[in-house]
């Protein structure tokens, strides 16, 4: 697999949330101009970043329970208990250090034991009422929602599994990591259409799958306006909304995401379907060979497929919806249905840093752009929580 180009502009490098918004320019927007690769600092907890003016200590068993009922699956009087008097960050950095139990062999068990129907479905809920990667299994479960693809696409559930431990895999890591593995992931690829794709031909009139190319920009990554980084859309000089993609930024992008299919033969999986329980591959005689542009990005002619379906993300990630797209996402999947535009920005800031400072001093992410523990670190350590919670 491609590793695409990391964003990190020198801008927000050392914005976090809940902390005070990244500078941005006259117009209310980020830099639009195709990926480039930025060094990040090192996250230092001594240096002196801007917090937020409300403490994540969780001081009563009432603190305690809202905190677990936004972050985890509920929790008991004991869990409760033993969270108070401890701050929220210390919390998530715990969670955060739970190793990965794979969904692929319990799938494998259930299989063995006779367990009928779905045995993935069995799988997660038992992770989520009992698994001690009580947060990650709400980011599965959140990401599941936002990066969609449903089960009852395939009767495979190994498929399905991989495509779950993908989403594992990545819950804490970086959204343009997971945009890449998801693209590849069979069950994706399966849902969407475009497992074996193939590339146009003028002959008979075929052109290539659009679904993918449609609903990763819809749904994955920018959504259908352009939005300011506090997640309220753009307008032009009309007072109009401003379009993010037309109909022939989807047929250029769908060029990209065709040769796509099962690691061990283009046809299908195989008897064993072992194909469908591991990443896609690109076979480069049905790659389309043309241009491919969209979003005012060209990807040259004879690009081949891996090399285009890298320059694809970065492009797609490079672009400033991206992060009010997906935080005011993940905010409705953990803590607020209507989100403040001002939570938003927050939250965005964090995704833009890669870098979330809590009120105890300590630094959650990486520094690099797109990084989902600052994210959902962000999410949860929110002043507006806070206050809420002493208003209450």
């Not at 129907?117 to 809920?125: A, E, G, N, R």
């Not at 990066?147 to 890591?173: C, E, P, R």
């Not at 249905?337 to 001002?342: E, G, L, R």
């Amino acid at each position: 697999m491609l590793t695409g180009l990391r964003l990190a502009s020198a801008a927000t490098a050392l914005a976090v949330a809940a902390c005070a918004p990244a500078p941005v320019d006259s117009e209310g927007s980020l830099d639009q101009q195709a990926p480039v690769e930025i060094a990040a600092p090192d996250p230092d907890p001594d240096t002196d970043l801007p917090t937020g003016p409300s403490s994540t200590l969780l001081e009563t068993p009432e603190a305690a329970a809202k905190f677990l009922n936004r972050a985890s699956f509920g929790a008991s009087m004991a869990e409760v208990n033993a969270l108070v008097g401890r701050d929220a960050a210390d919390w998530l950095t715990e969670q955060f250090a739970v190793p990965i139990k794979d969904y692929t062999p319990e799938v494998e068990i259930a299989e063995a034991q006779g367990k009928a129907f779905k045995p993935h479905t069995s799988v997660f809920w038992d992770k989520a009422i009992n698994g001690a990667d009580q947060l990650r299994q709400r980011m599965v479960f959140a990401l599941s929602q936002i990066v969609v693809a449903a089960d009852d696409s395939t009767n495979d559930s190994f498929q399905v599994a991989f495509y779950i431990d993908v989403l594992q895999k990545h819950a804490f890591g970086n959204y343009r990591e997971l945009l890449e593995d998801v693209t590849y992931t069979p069950h994706m690829g399966l849902y969407l259409t475009y497992l074996k794709n193939r590339a146009g031909d003028p002959a008979p009139g075929r052109i290539p799958d659009e679904n993918y190319a449609r609903e990763i920009m819809q749904l994955f990554t920018i959504g259908l306006v352009e939005l300011n980084l506090d997640g309220t859309p753009k307008v032009d000089g009309d007072g109009q909304l401003i379009e993010t993609y037309d109909n022939d930024d989807i047929s250029g992008l769908a060029r990209v995401f065709t040769g796509l299919s099962y690691s061990n033969r283009w046809a299908n999986p195989g008897p064993d379907l072992a194909g469908g329980r591991d990443f896609m591959v690109v076979y480069p005689q049905n790659h389309s060979t043309l241009e491919k542009s969209f979003l005012g990005f060209t990807i040259p002619a004879n690009t081949p497929g891996e090399m285009s379906i890298d320059m694809a993300l970065d492009r797609l990630f490079s672009h400033p919806n991206i992060a009010p797209f997906i935080c005011k996402q993940l905010i409705q999947r953990f803590s607020a249905s209507s989100p403040a535009p001002d939570y938003i920005e927050r939250v965005a800031t964090a995704f833009e840093a890669g870098l979330c400072k809590a009120d105890n001093g300590t630094v959650l992410g990486t520094g690099q752009r797109g990084d989902l523990k600052a994210t959902i670190a962000a999410v949860l350590l929110d002043k507006s929580l806070n206050q809420e919670s002493e208003q209450k």
